[in-house]
């Protein structure tokens, strides 16, 4: 069925069930319906029933029909058909992120879906930098760009502009994100955790508490109204130390021209990304996210960082690791 | 809409979690266990093409001295231990905390003995070629488990199905390895943080069963991930768990019992060729005051005979 494209089609399952002749496979006696009747013919029925089951077909009262007519009612295809009727409705709507069947097939408005997918703040804004276009230079060569969307919250706005402008943000990909079938891949602009002792304590904003606030008493007060004083329903772990994302792109090629791209895109809104250093740490496969540099990452990091700051501030700077 | 890949999971086989099980039946036994026409039902899965093992039960036994000193000074410091501890409480924690924590964090991966208690397992067992990878994450602080999945199924004329992976935990074991179990019944909440691939996967809880037909019986549920750089918290209640056995979903439902759980595991099988990652920071469970569910599912009798 998957080379003719059908599997997905109910109409086609119950055709292929119309197949099998009415009225002769059902027990007319008790001795038949205690031996079991038909057994290959109700053994291929179940394996139909099984197949749209795999597909995550539900089978409709013409299914239920067609296999009381051929069947009858207690046979094994119909307490198939049962179990499938009693356990899909429970479980079609159980997914918390859902995923359409058909995905957009513009590579731009599946890049569009998938990055305010991960972003977990319904503030964060996609950017389409650039749209996917084909131009012939003079030479005659075919120049394909590739499309390039950028999503950013409110909040990572504001963090990164608190970022301190010694440290590099890095430029980290491409991870895999599966959509279904199809996977896609995302590139974050993140910074490493700040080791402990270079960690700043913010004081809060004083305009945020009134005038009437007491210099006696604390000023914030960590007060849950709505639990109890013994309930903690905190998990006694430390926290993975984790650095900041400031934010995500997809693109249609992941090499660092086209990331560069995005970064001086990225700038516009965030003027402090020109006196950063970026650090593109691109690998070809999956891998996982990471944070603190690897051990035999970190000296050739320090050199190129130090020559950075030398150089004139302006311009965004790109340092190939 | 749409039903998800998971969900059929559920239905068709939900994944097995030893080595030893297989993914589907196989169909040389018929597609349901009640239209075959087998004398002998094997206890373990049997590769097909392998001969049945026809060993007597004394040759099955066999002694290993290579153990030596270590093995009797740690099976003896346990021993002791489990003596002592009992005058601090239940299983070596105060009692005033044991009666009275409303959370606990079973499972937490930091440092590299941590991913000694689970064990890594794909469909190489019955001859596919998923492969299937454990690893510490960044900092020696998560569980990673990477990997590819490849459905084709293995060519030996019985196995219909394959595409699979799991991460179990190993039973917990007491002095002279005797099988111990856990005990969540303070616990109505299965809480978890974990970052993936916005793959659907499924996590089986299997619980310490009286008879012989119900070794298989392991309670499943999905596990949806996002995807994505963020970490996700995810919450399911016991009460959501269905029972299933050897993948096959049970017509009689009844809730899992949380005073003898054996082991946890995470299972992924959705038809989706490729490389697959999840990455887990630990496993807790709290107790929900909220949640007053006691099962999900129907518990009368509904598929009457005839």
Redesign the interface.
Known sequence: MPEFGVE?DIAIYNKLLDVFPKEVFVPQNFIQ?MF?HY?RQ??CG??LL?QM??????PNVETKVLLAQIFGE?S?PM??Y???M???P????????????VLPSDPVELARF?LT????DPDAKVTIYQYPSTDITETGQEVTRPHILGIQSPDQRSLLAKHNPCRPVYVEGP???????T?VH?F?L?ADPIPPEEKVEEDFDRELIGPEQSLFYPQRVELDLERDI?????????D???GL?YA?CMAGQGDQATLSQWISGLQETCPILGQIPTVFRLES??R?????SDAQQTPEQEVEIDQIIEDEPQRSQRVNQ | MAVSRKALKALSGVYGVTHRQPLFFPSKLGCSAILSTRSVFERDYRRPGQPPDTRWPWQKIHFDFSKGVEGIKKHIGLLKDEFVQRWTGPEGRPLLEHMLEQTRVQWEFRGPESLDQWVVSSDQEIGGHSVAYTKLGKNNTTCFLYGSLCSTPPRDGETRYSGYCTLRSKQPLASFDRKKTYDWSSFNTLHMRIRGDGRPWMVNVSAETFFSHQRDDIYSYFLYTRGGPYWQDVKIPFSKFFLSSRGRIQDNQHVLWLDKVKSIGFTLGDKADGPFQLEIDFIGLCNDLAHTEEFAYELYKRNPEV
């Open positions: 997905r319906r079991n057994p109700q053994e179940v394996q099984e089951e795999n597909y995550g077909i539900t207690k094994h307490r198939k049962q179990r499938i009693y356990w899909f429970r479980f079609k709507h159980t997914n918390p992120f859902p995923v359409p069947h998938s997918r991960i972003a977990d991870f895999p994100l599966w959509l279904r079938k996977c995302y974050l993140k013994g309930d903690d329903e905190s998990f006694s772990v430390d993975v130390e984790e994302v995500m496969g999956p996982e996210l990471q944070t603190s």
